[in-house]
């Protein structure tokens, strides 16, 4: 029988929001694979914990990621770990997940610190509905791809960004969205020296030419405006009494089911279409 696929979030900044559920499920996994070993063990040394590591990380994922699995169709346990925050979520511990699925293996998510959720609930952003687009890409052809395809985007938009490509991220942003938009920059989340400033991308462009960014980034850009419906004419109510008309409605039922479709005053239309 095979074992089971634990995703365990560990803190991104603050080391007491770690949750008991969180350090258990660490202590009873027979192995944790680790994007960075280095990270992980400070990790496990604050919990008490001795555990064997394996590397899993972008660079190894087909290697890495079969040893994993080979592991767990032996029955063996893992607590899959990222340096911080979700595994899975910006994170090649996706491509695990889906080899899990495809071969049964059970994945089991534990809830805990994510900084894209943990960013939103505080940018002051719309929440209700958002998407996330994690880093964009270093190519500058492919960024400008990615931008323009999200030129009418409603929805929030989130991206993390690192401190050294904060400044050609934010002017790619205003180029696209616009100087106007709004935009919450959260550095540090969690950390001593958290700070989240909500302006707009055009100041935030501004700010950072002038003091040097440092930290890790999560922008929290607000989403274009609804695109207004342009108003029914006098001329479109005509057309669609007309339409009615040839269906074998009468015109005074037409002019009023085609006055409630279009939002159109009735007596308006009654004398526009009577006076043709």
Do not use: W
Not at 85 to 99: C, F, K, Y
Not at 126 to 137: D, I, N, S
Not at 169 to 192: H, I, W
Not at 205 to 223: A, D, I, Q, S, T
């Amino acid at each position: 029988m095979a074992g089971t696929l634990y995703l365990v979030p560990t803190p991104i900044g603050n080391l007491g929001d770690i949750s008991q559920r969180m350090a258990q499920t660490l202590e009873q996994a027979d192995f944790i694979a680790a994007e960075d070993t280095r990270v992980s063990i400070k990790l496990l040394n604050h919990l008490g914990l001795k555990k064997p590591m394996v590397t899993y990380h972008r660079h190894n994922t087909e290697t890495g990621g079969q040893a994993v699995i080979d592991r767990l169709l032996a029955g063996e346990n893992c607590a899959l770990v990222t340096d911080a925050g979700m595994p899975a979520i910006s994170d090649p511990g996706e491509e695990l997940v889906a080899r899990c699925a495809q071969q049964s293996i059970p994945v089991v998510t534990i809830p805990g610190p994510c900084a894209l959720v943990t960013a939103l609930a505080a940018s002051g952003q719309p929440t209700g509905r958002f998407t996330f687009e994690g880093f964009l890409a270093m190519n500058k052809k492919n960024r400008r791809t990615h931008l323009d395809a999200l030129r009418e985007e409603e929805r929030t938009m989130i991206f993390y960004e690192a401190p050294h490509k904060l400044q050609a991220t934010l002017k790619d942003l205003c180029q696209t969205f616009g100087a106007d938009r709004p935009v919450s920059l959260c550095r540090e989340l969690t950390k001593l020296h958290e700070e989240i400033r909500r302006t707009t991308l055009g100041q935030a462009e501004e700010y950072y030419r002038e003091n040097p960014p440092k930290g890790e980034f999560v922008l929290v850009v607000r989403g274009a405006p609804p695109k207004r419906e342009e108003e029914a004419t006098l001329e479109d109510g005509q057309a669609l009494v007309e339409e009615l008309i040839a269906q074998g409605t009468s015109q005074r039922d037409a002019v009023k089911q085609a006055a409630k479709t279009l939002g159109l005053s009735r007596n308006q239309l009654y004398d526009a279409v009577v006076g043709k």
